[in-house]
T-cell receptor
Framework: GENVEQHPSTLSVQEGDSAVIKCTYS??????FPWYKQELGKGPQLIID?????GEKKDQRIAVTLNKTAKHFSLHITETQPEDSAVYFC??????????FGKGTRLSVIA | KAGVTQTPRYLIKTRGQQVTLSCSPI?????VSWYQQTPGQGLQFLFE???????NKGNFPGRFSGRQFSNSRSEMNVSTLELGDSALYLC??????????????FGNGTRLTVT
């Protein structure tokens, strides 16, 4: 089955700097890759997703890139703000199998 | 539009007891998935229901079960609770099963503590 690995597990950046979180997946049939943000006491919230027919997608300060050949995808957050501090999860979907998540990255933005 | 609603938010149970958790999906969503979240294992898939039928099941013991009603609301049950069942249980809903067309939307979870 699908296996998703996520790095780093923790990340600290200065306010205003960029943050990059990377994920790799194992199933070449995977075609949908969402990213979720989980704040303390809340459930994961979908922040951006990308499908296998595109290589990059951007939404304001957040962007995701996908390299199907290398089977990896990344989340880029620019001009980080304290409210970006949270745990971020990547995930991969293949066919009718359940969404498989990475183990998460705890991002701390230091003011 | 109201989001995914999970009740209760917190539960404390004793080892050996059983527990039932409830999930109301976003209106119109027919697929409900359940995940267990623990610090060490991340989000682990439990099961998925679509139109009252279990479509997928994760690698959990038979003590974990679930069901979906005709109004798409779902419940999960854990019998003979063990200390290791302490976790945040997350419910997520989507329009369809295929994530390409229909992303998952999560509730805020039920925090279960087994003592």
């Amino acid at each position: 089955g699908e296996n998703v690995e996520q790095h780093p597990s923790t990340l600290s950046v200065q306010e205003g700097d960029s943050a990059v979180i990377k994920c790799t997946y194992s199933d070449s049939a995977s075609n949908y890759f969402p990213w979720y943000k989980q704040e303390l006491g809340k459930g994961p919230q979908l922040i951006i997703d990308i499908r296998s027919n595109v290589g990059e997608k951007k939404d304001q300060r957040i962007a995701v890139t996908l390299n199907k050949t290398a089977k990896h995808f990344s989340l880029h957050i620019t001009e980080t703000q304290p409210e970006d501090s949270a745990v971020y999860f990547c995930a991969a979907f293949s066919g009718n199998t359940p969404l498989v998540f990475g183990k998460g990255t705890r991002l701390s933005v230091i003011a | 539009k109201a989001g995914v609603t999970q009740t209760p938010r917190y539960l404390i149970k004793t080892r050996g007891q059983q527990v039932t958790l409830s999930c109301s999906p976003i209106s119109g969503h027919r697929s409900v998935s359940w995940y267990q979240q623990t610090p060490g294992q991340g989000l682990q898939f439990l099961f998925e229901y679509f139109s009252e039928t279990q479509r997928n099941k994760g690698n959990f013991p038979g003590r974990f079960s679930g069901r979906q009603f005709s109004n798409s609301r779902s419940e999960m049950n854990v019998s003979t609770l063990e200390l290791g069942d302490s976790a945040l249980y997350l419910c997520a809903s989507s329009l369809f099963q295929d994530r390409w067309f229909s992303p998952l939307h999560f509730g805020n979870g039920t925090r279960l503590t087994v003592t």
